[in-house]
Each structure stands twice: as C-alpha cells, then as structure tokens.
C-alpha cells in the first residue's frame, strides 16, 4: 500500500482548501469595508454638519459601525485587514464624536 503519496495528496488538497477559504475570506472582507465606507459620511460631510443629508448619514452610521466593530471583534478579520478597519473604527469613533456635540446643541435648543 501507498500511504505516503495518499496522505502527501491529501494534505496538499487540505492546504489547497485553507488557502482558498483564506483568499476569498479576504477578499469578502475587503468587500465589506468598501461598502460601509461608501455608506458613511465622508470628512468633507462632517465638516458641514448644517447640511440635511450629513445629518442623516450621522443618525445611520451607527448601523455601518456596528458592522465595523463586528469586523473588529472577529480574529481572523483582524489579522487579514487590521489597518483598514482600525481606519474605518477610528472614522466611527469621529462621527459618533460629532453626533454627540449635535446631540448636545439639539438639547440646548430645545425649549
């Protein structure tokens, strides 16, 4: 019997399998930020916190950040992409910085 060319292939094959399971997990991954990046305000937007769409992209990024902050949490996400959603968390942190001042302003406002 052949057992070593066998369990030579099948290592081979199971490596194979990893590999691929790791490059398209990267790839998703990549996906997924850029669609919560597209999907957040912009620095620019930030800086024009008058502006009604700003306004609503700051009340919907916690859904987007939530995605980030599960991205965060996931081991192999955070060894495959760490820098980008490091970005993408502290770009969270930022608008959630602004979202509260507006809250605050909103409650001195208010009558």
């Known amino acids: 019997m052949r057992v070593g060319p066998i369990a030579a292939l099948l290592a081979a094959f199971v490596m194979l399998g990893i590999g691929l399971g790791l490059f398209f997990y990267y790839r998703w991954i990549g996906g997924e930020l850029v669609d919560i990046r597209s999907r957040l305000v912009t620095e620019e937007q930030l800086a024009r916190t008058q502006d009604s769409q700003t306004i609503s992209g700051i009340k919907l990024a916690p859904i987007q950040c939530a995605r980030v902050y ?42």
């Open 70 to 111: 599960d991205l965060r949490i996931n081991p192999i996400a955070r060894r495959l992409r760490r820098a980008e959603i490091k970005a993408l968390w502290r770009h969270c942190e930022k608008i959630a910085d602004v979202a509260a001042g507006l809250d605050n302003i909103g409650r001195q406002s208010a009558p």
